[in-house]
């Protein structure tokens, strides 16, 4: 990880993010080399990582393990320069998210739509809601409103509540280091990203609201 020194650190949605270029790779060749970027949020130590793009398309942020494999990095300045361009794409969408009140109702039916996206109005009304969804349904409604840096008012609190939740509780037991794992290279990551998509887009944001004002009928 290297801490990028044209954008070091940034304010945004009155949070101080750290930035940070990634490069991971593996001596058994069991993981394809990658780059991508992350945010540690210094108000409540949670972090986002986003893969790097450029112009809409991935800048080498995976290479498979090849005898030629390390002919395909030299583009490693683009690679920088699309790194600061995502972090600055990234301090501005939080600052519009900030700018975007919603109500807890609002924030609580999208949070169960998220939770809950993968089951359909009939699934639900099949078999409900599971405690184990339920829970987690509850705790970031919770962090949303008490979680560090949230005050449960604007859409920067609803994606910081998501990510709070999937970088420190989603795994479940003490194991930290799984935890890590599954926040920046798993499950975790992958879950904070989709929501990520889902929290910038307003017609994405209604639908899971909507799902959600439906599950949360039928629980």
């Known amino acids: 990880s290297v801490q990028l020194d044209n954008l070091p650190s940034f304010q945004s949605a009155g949070r101080k993010f750290e930035a940070y270029l990634n ?3 593996s001596h058994d060749q ?5 780059a991508n970027t992350s945010n540690i949020c210094t108000v409540c130590d949670n972090t986002f990582s986003a893969n790097l793009v450029r112009e809409g398309e991935t800048v080498n942020a995976r290479i ?10 030299d583009n490693l300045p683009q690679l920088i320069d699309a790194a600061i361009g995502v972090q600055a794409e990234f301090a501005a969408a939080l600052n519009s998210l900030d700018a975007k009140p919603i109500a807890r109702i609002e924030a609580s039916r999208a949070i169960a739509g998220f939770v809950l996206r993968h089951k359909s109005e009939t699934e639900l009304e099949k078999i409900g809601v599971s405690t184990r969804a339920s829970n987690i349904i509850n705790r970031i409604d919770d962090l949303f409103v008490s979680g560090k840096g949230n ?3 604007t859409r920067a609190d609803l994606f910081s509540a998501v990510t709070d939740y999937y970088s420190h509780e989603s795994s479940g037991g003490d ?3 799984k935890q890590f794992v599954s926040s920046e290279f798993g499950a975790g990551n992958r879950t904070k990203s989709e929501f990520y998509r889902i929290v910038t887009s307003e017609g994405r ?3 899971t609201i909507r799902h959600g004002e439906k599950a949360l009928a039928l629980s």
């Open 23 to 25: 490069f991971g790779s």
């Open 30 to 34: 069991s993981c394809v080399f990658f």
């Open 64 to 73: 498979k393990h090849t005898k030629n494999s390390g002919d395909k990095l």
């Open 151 to 153: 005050r449960g008012k």
């Open 175 to 177: 194991d930290r280091w």
């Open 205 to 207: 944001l209604q639908d």
